[in-house]
């Protein structure tokens, strides 16, 4: 049992490192750029514009690594927002699943 309680703790520091998971004050996206550079964000109670970006809501979790910020999905309901506040390499291609 102590051998469990050693490997939660470890487990949990190093998520600790690589994703934080909170829930900030209504963001603007300016202030979400300035405040997590290059991140990975989870967001809730999201409003977006006429075309479809994100204009502002609640970070609930960001991360370096996007993988984290999947994970971290399973641990929300409701409507979510993934955005990345760095810059897409423009030799990059996004695909969105279609559902339906």
Request: aromatic share 4%; net charge positive.
């Amino acid at each position: 049992m102590l051998a469990d309680k050693e490997r939660n703790a470890h487990l949990s520091h190093v998520c600790k490192e690589t994703i934080v998971m909170m829930k900030t004050a209504l963001l603007r996206i300016k202030q979400m750029r300035s405040q997590y550079p290059d991140q990975w964000l989870l967001v809730t109670e999201y409003e977006l514009d006429a075309s479809t970006s994100l204009r502002k809501g609640r970070v609930v979790a960001h991360s370096k690594n996007r993988d984290e910020i999947h994970r971290a999905l399973k641990q929300h309901t409701g409507n979510l927002c993934i955005h990345f506040t760095g810059r897409v390499p423009q030799d990059t291609v996004v695909v969105f699943p279609c559902l339906g």
